[in-house]
DNA sequence: CCAATTTGACCTTG
DNA sequence: CAAGGTCAAATTGG
């Protein structure tokens, strides 16, 4: 897909999350929290048509990661040592922005509730911090061939950028170690940092605590986000136990005021464009099927309408053609 | 003692 | 050839 396709689903599949998060949360939630939303609405769908309006130059030159090259490659026979890297090609990825807030120490983190293992860290050119590689920890018991990489942005050191490569084919969701959270990098390149600096900040890491599956309404947003995503597992079973392991400071009202924000993920990155689903040919049907996402929002009408206008990370059409004309 | 992480070497890709 | 991605031996940690 095009990039400024991408774009656009983004923007338009970001404004879906914050209206419902504002639905799910209008009633109950502080003024200042709904602005916020509100906000974040209007500043999407405003992204979104600019990105209409001038669909001739869409790139976004500040994203990296948007490299959406489809190679057609279908001919990969056995699995010769050196496969891993023609496996690169065919296999789905997408990335994630993960903010960690950090005001009150503990409101996020990057656990996503798989059981990952670190296998390599290399620094990144230009990047302030290395880049961490994680495999699923059930590669060689089950063959999982799922990866991510996970990445501190530059700018804001509370945002992670996680890159998911392939899908979980593992049963076992196993309990997430609170280790492998994706707090890849370690400082053999901040020679200038203090000790204490360094322990303080491990500190705060370790005692961060999971969010994609403390709220359940969340989960099926997720999945919304990422159809194809194995990434964001919804199982009740974590979901007891993140809510087990969370610390009393953390649900309780004194502390909770703006959980709110982030427990959402939040998609910046510049231009708006934060998270975005990249896939193989082989994958694009996976990616396409199954429009049964139903969630009970207790505002219906808002749901629905929505989810009638489910924008697919896939089209299956020329999208901007669609829309342009 | 076993499992996870670290880290430099090695490999692929563009 | 340089940069990114993976391997695997050494190290660390529970």
């Known amino acids: 897909m095009e990039e400024g396709q991408v774009s656009l689903i983004n923007e338009l599949n970001q404004g879906k999350e914050h209206a419902r998060l504002l639905c799910s949360h209008i009633t109950s939630s502080s003024h200042e929290n709904n602005e916020f939303l509100i906000e974040k609405i209007l500043s999407s769908y405003e992204k979104a048509l600019n990105l209409l309006t001038h669909s001739q130059n869409l790139t976004e030159p500040n994203n990296p990661t948007i490299n959406a090259h489809h190679h057609g490659s279908s001919r990969f026979e056995e699995d010769s040592p050196r496969d891993v890297y023609k496996k690169r090609k065919i296999m789905p990825k997408w990335t994630e922005q993960v903010k960690v807030c950090s005001r009150t120490g503990i409101e996020g983190s990057l656990d996503d509730g798989y059981s990952w293992r670190k296998y390599g860290q290399k620094d990144i050119l230009g990047a302030k911090f290395p880049r961490g590689y994680y495999r699923c920890t059930h590669r060689f018991l089950q063959g999982c061939q799922a990866r991510k990489q996970v990445q501190k942005s530059d700018e804001d050191p509370t945002i992670f950028e996680v890159t998911y490569r392939g899908r979980h084919t593992c049963n076992k969701q196993a309990v997430s170690s609170k280790k492998n959270m994706g707090f890849g990098e370690n400082n053999h390149n901040h020679q200038n940092r203090s000790q204490e600096e360094e322990e303080e900040e491990e500190k705060m890491e370790q005692s961060l605590v999971a969010f994609f599956t403390f709220e359940p309404e969340l989960e099926v947003k997720?999945?919304?986000?990422?159809?194809?995503?194995?990434?964001?597992?919804?199982?009740?079973?974590?979901?007891?136990?993140?809510?087990?392991?969370?610390?009393?400071?953390?649900?309780?009202?004194?502390?909770?005021?703006?959980?709110?924000?982030?427990?959402?993920?939040?998609?910046?990155?510049?231009?708006?464009?934060?998270?975005?689903?990249?896939?193989?040919?082989?994958?694009?049907?996976?990616?396409?099927?199954?429009?049964?996402?139903?969630?009970?929002?207790?505002?219906?009408?808002?749901?629905?309408?929505?989810?009638?206008?489910?924008?697919?990370?896939?089209?299956?059409?020329?999208?901007?053609?669609?829309?342009?004309?």
């Open 222 to 325: 997720m999945e919304d986000i990422f159809p194809t995503s194995s990434g964001f597992p919804s199982t009740s079973d974590n979901n007891n136990q993140f809510v087990e392991n969370l610390s009393v400071d953390f649900i309780s009202p004194s502390t909770s005021e703006s959980n709110l924000f982030c427990l959402s993920p939040c998609h910046m990155g510049s231009g708006g464009l934060g998270q975005n689903v990249q896939s193989s040919e082989s994958e694009v049907t996976d990616i396409v099927s199954d429009p049964t996402s139903v969630t009970n929002s207790p505002l219906l009408d808002l749901d629905v309408l929505f989810n009638q206008q489910d924008f697919q990370s896939e089209f299956p059409f020329n999208t901007l053609e669609f829309f342009s004309s």
